[in-house]
């Protein structure tokens, strides 16, 4: 279980946005959702962030614009895979 506050912005027909909801869902993160094309206050709102475009997750204030499942995980507190696993790959003297 997560302590974030997590809003997601969402849009219709919007298979990323409809990714995020599954996998915040199966992370059992409680999320509230504010889609965009049902309700144009949200999408002002949207605009104020200077964002113009779904899915637009904002995680206790810090957004993370499109689908990227490592930054949702890191910004989340949620275990996710280190890019590079062997720390002398970072090495390059």
């Known amino acids: 279980m ?3 506050t997590v809003v ?3 849009s ?3 298979s990323k946005c ?3 909801l599954e996998k915040l869902s199966e992370w059992n993160v409680q999320y509230e959702e504010r889609n965009i094309s049902d309700n144009r206050e949200y999408f002002r709102e949207l605009q104020s962030q200077k ?3 779904t899915p637009a997750t904002f995680i206790n204030g810090e ?3 499109g689908f990227q499942e490592r930054k949702l995980k890191r910004v989340l ?3 996710y895979e280190n890019r ?3 720390n002398d790959a970072m090495n390059f003297s």
Do not use: A, Q
């Open 2 to 4: 997560n302590d974030s």
């Open 8 to 10: 997601v912005y969402t």
């Open 12 to 14: 219709r027909n919007c």
């Open 18 to 20: 409809d990714l995020i």
């Open 51 to 53: 964002v113009y475009g």
């Open 63 to 65: 957004k993370v614009l």
């Open 77 to 79: 507190g949620l275990p």
């Open 84 to 86: 590079f696993l062997n």
